[in-house]
């Protein structure tokens, strides 16, 4: 009933900028919590940033002063602003949302997308 389905993914050289963006349809109440988690291969996913209800945001230190999460309430939408992008940024990136729904409070995910970074 909940969907997530992320978008701007791609390939881009170190140093480049890179958006990523993640909208939720269905049936939703309300949205708490959404974030960005990455995969590499070989590697555990890892969190990268999450934004909760009242725009508090966390970052993965590998990140930080790089990456931007934000969010459009009014569109179900978050977005990661990826900026100085470097190889090691290379990974699937996936969208996961706290999302109030009839059944409750439940947890989704997105189904990735590819973010290759070239040297």
């Known amino acids: 009933q909940v969907q997530l389905v992320e978008s701007g993914g791609g390939l881009v050289q170190a140093g480049g900028s890179l958006r990523l963006s993640c909208a939720a349809s269905g049936s939703i109440f309300s949205i708490h919590t959404m974030g960005w988690y990455r995969q590499a291969p070989g590697k555990q996913r890892e969190l990268v940033a999450r934004?909760?209800?009242?725009?508090?945001?966390n970052y993965a230190d590998s990140v930080k002063g790089r990456f931007t999460i934000s969010r459009d309430n009014a569109k179900n939408t978050v977005y990661l602003q990826m900026s100085s992008v470097k190889p090691e940024d290379t990974a699937v990136y996936y969208c996961?949302?706290?999302?109030?729904?009839?059944?409750?409070?439940?947890?989704?995910w997105g189904q990735g997308t590819q973010v290759t970074v070239s040297s």
């Open positions: 996961n949302a706290v999302i109030s729904t009839r059944r409750g409070l439940d947890n989704f």
């Open positions: 934004i909760i209800s009242g725009g508090g945001t």
